[in-house]
């Protein structure tokens, strides 16, 4: 049976990979000195497997941790089966979805390209129930639950210890109609009113740019999870797709989209530009 992904496992996968690594311990090594076989420490190592608070122990100490980063993959190991906030609203998303709820619960930077859609950190009440009545894929969810379950996402813009978050929109996202003038209107200026905490920076890549960047079309999300203790930090892409969505972790495709970023972001107009032609487009839907 598949084991749920949650960010203490992803955590604790991520530091015993790391440490297995810089060791150079094999696997039929690591099961001897568990007592078990070879395949359990692959599962293991793969998120596959569930691993016990004494076999994180004992794997850590095996591959050379220091007693105080031993503490971290014990208590990464009591929690595997934490997975934030979300017990009451996960089922008005896809299961696909999910994972990126309990990432951004724990992280320290997200940033996001939107080409076509105000993004759901940032969306409006009315803007909710007019995507919420566009033609979906599979089950259409109550209104009600849906709107709840957005606002309980966007709750981290003003939590303590709030992430940094940077967003880069299309103009499109700007123009790309959904409800009516005045939901549209209302969107506008709740992008404007949210530049206004400290935590949140929006920039918009207008249809006429002196910089084109190839790949604009793309929609993506950056997210970076700080280690605890002394542990190593998660980095992760979410990639969206219609009916399914990728999750990248692997080091090369990470920078690859880093370094997307910085292109499209260095593209976009800066903040206080981009605020003032948010207002323009705005005043459009009067």
């Known amino acids: 049976m598949a084991i749920t992904q949650t960010v203490p496992l992803l955590m604790l996968v991520n530091e015993l990979n790391r440490l297995k690594t810089a060791s150079g311990i094999k696997d039929a090594e690591a099961a001897r000195h568990l007592g078990c076989q070879p395949s359990k420490i692959n599962r293991i190592l793969l998120g596959q497997s569930k691993i016990s608070p004494g076999d994180a122990k004992l794997l850590g100490e095996l591959y050379g941790a220091a007693p105080e980063l031993v503490e971290v993959l014990l208590d990464l190991a009591r929690n595997l089966g934490q997975k934030g906030d979300w017990t009451s609203y996960r089922a008005v998303y896809a299961e696909s979805f999910r994972m990126l709820l309990d990432l951004e619960q724990y992280s320290n930077r997200i940033r996001q390209v939107q080409s ?139 920078d690859a989209y880093e370094q997307l970023w910085g292109y499209i972001q260095a593209a976009a107009l800066g903040p206080v530009d981009s605020a003032e032609f948010i207002g323009k487009v705005a005043d459009e839907y009067r």
Do not use: K, W
């Open 116 to 254: 076509e859609i105000v993004p759901g950190l940032l969306q409006t009440e009315g803007y909710v129930r007019a995507l919420n009545e566009a033609p979906r894929l599979g089950t259409r969810f109550n209104t009600e639950d849906v709107v709840a379950a957005r606002r309980h996402r966007q709750a981290i813009l003003t939590r303590q210890n709030a992430p940094s978050l940077s967003f880069v929109l299309s103009e499109s996202c700007l123009r790309r109609t959904y409800g009516d003038q005045t939901v549209m209107r209302g969107q506008l200026e709740r992008l404007i009113e949210l530049t206004d905490l400290s935590n949140v920076q929006v920039q918009i890549l207008p249809f006429r740019n002196r910089s084109p960047v190839t790949y604009t079309s793309l929609n993506f999300e950056l997210i970076n999870i700080p280690g605890p203790g002394i542990a190593s930090p998660l980095n992760f892409v979410y990639v969206e797709q219609y009916d399914d969505a990728r999750y990248l972790d692997d080091e090369d495709r990470v």
